[in-house]
């Protein structure tokens, strides 16, 4: 009889350990990758963070090259959505392999393109921690979280990009 309570006591302090250690909080992950990017202005050469620009609100985040003719549709819509959409954001990241003040200057002059932040990363590291592999391709941001992806630009990518950002 003995034995059989000193078994029972024993499954009891086991359990009551392994309930502690399950009740314990597990460690917060680790937070994307790309939110640790640090991303240049070529214009300025201004260090800019990606965690911190897309924080707060909704943000689009767009892989772009200047000789890319969707990429270049894609910039112009989402500038008249910005017009209609003051509190709407877009982060240019531009993958071309040698950027200069001058080519981003006469890029964004011709196409009309103010108000929009232009990055630079033309090794094409932060577009492929999104899993993407081509411009143009895009993701929506709200509050730091992504919410959608979008790959290529097509006429049909208009309408889901402005419900997407309805959400």
Not at 60 to 73: D, H, I, K, N
Request: aromatic share 10%; hydrophobic share 45%; net charge positive.
């Amino acid at each position: 009889m003995r034995r059989w309570i000193a078994v029972f006591v024993a499954l009891l302090v086991l359990g009551a350990a392994a309930v502690a250690v399950a009740a314990e909080p597990a460690a917060p992950p680790a937070p994307p990758a790309w939110k640790s990017a640090e991303l240049n202005e070529p214009e300025t050469g201004k260090t800019h963070n990606l965690g911190a620009l897309t924080a707060k609100g909704k943000t689009m985040l767009v892989f772009s090259q200047t000789a890319c003719s969707a990429c270049r549709g894609e910039l112009s819509f989402l500038q008249e959505l910005r017009q209609k959409n003051p509190n709407f954001n877009v982060v240019v990241v531009n993958v071309d392999i040698k950027p200069s003040k001058e080519l981003f200057e006469g890029y964004k002059g011709a196409y009309g393109f103010g108000g929009m932040l232009f990055l630079s990363d033309p090794t094409f590291k932060v577009p492929q921690m999104f899993g993407f592999g081509f411009t143009p391709a895009s993701a929506l941001i709200a509050d730091g979280d992504v919410v959608e992806s979008f790959k290529g630009f097509r006429a049909e990518e208009k309408t889901k990009i402005e419900e997407a950002l309805k959400k």
